[in-house]
T-cell receptor, first 117, second 110 residues
Framework: GAGVSQTPSNKVTEKGKYVELRCDPI?????LYWYRQSLGQGPEFLIY????????DSGLPNDRFFAVRPEGSVSTLKIQRTERGDSAVYLC???????????????FGAGSRLTVL | RKEVEQDPGPFNVPEGATVAFNCTYS??????FFWYRQDCRKEPKLLMS?????NEDGRFTAQLNRASQYISLLIRDSKLSDSATYLC???????????WGLGTSLAVNP
């Protein structure tokens, strides 16, 4: 697509529920990133995919968080047993394959705002 | 010490003013540097990459000082539309993880 698309744009859920957030990156971008941003903070790295594989998942806060990218395009961030502290904007970004000109530049989606009550 | 540090501001300046933001980073092996702009409740968007030789884009000038490990952003002739949060971003030398500063808030007043 023309840009990075994230759905849903807003999600309100109850504590303990399961949530899935979807990211559709720019066509041709092999690198995909998930970040989490709380109010007044910079984006916090969660996970980075290169193709289908998670090249770096060191930012996932705990085992309730999991992300997949089975076909190397769309990615889903999954949060189990949500807690109030998970409330944040979850940002997805994509970029070109490493080594290509401009590969270090990320294009972000508009984010999915998650509120856990 | 945080890996990337910025003065959070807020910076309140009148239209037409020149304003400068600084950012320091701790990893001397860092390779790539960027300034992103984020409007309220919007996603970050790339403002400009920062090159060793310094670079300019219209009213915006970015500079990198590797010896002192800091990056700067200068905005000349500030416009109301420049009001936003400016995020300093550093990419490590051996991995592709971007390290983000907390951002500097700018408010340009009429």
């Amino acid at each position: 697509g023309a840009g990075v698309s994230q759905t849903p744009s807003n999600k309100v859920t109850e504590k303990g529920k399961y949530v899935e957030l979807r990211c559709d990156p720019i066509s041709g971008h092999t690198a995909l990133y998930w970040y989490r941003q709380s109010l007044g903070q910079g984006p916090e790295f969660l996970i980075y995919f290169q193709g289908t594989g998670a090249a770096d998942d060191s930012g996932l806060p705990n085992d309730r968080f999991f992300a997949v990218r089975p076909e190397g395009s769309v990615s889903t961030l999954k949060i189990q047993r949500t807690e109030r502290g998970d409330s944040a904007v979850y940002l997805c970004a994509s970029s070109l394959m490493p080594g290509l000109s401009g590969a270090n530049v990320l294009t972000f989606g508009a984010g999915s705002r998650l509120t856990v009550l | 010490r945080k890996e990337v540090e910025q003065d959070p501001g807020p910076f309140n300046v009148p239209e037409g003013a020149t304003v400068a933001f600084n950012c320091t980073y701790s990893n001397s092996a860092s390779q790539s540097f960027f300034w992103y702009r984020q409007d309220c409740r919007k996603e970050p968007k790339l403002l400009m990459s920062v090159y060793s030789s310094g670079n300019e884009d219209g009213r915006f000038t970015a500079q990198l000082n590797r010896a002192s490990q800091y990056i700067s952003l200068l905005i000349r002739d500030s416009k109301l539309s420049d009001s936003a949060t400016y995020l300093c971003v550093v990419m490590g030398g051996n991995n592709r993880k971007l390290i983000w500063g907390l951002g500097t808030s700018l408010a340009v007043n009429p």
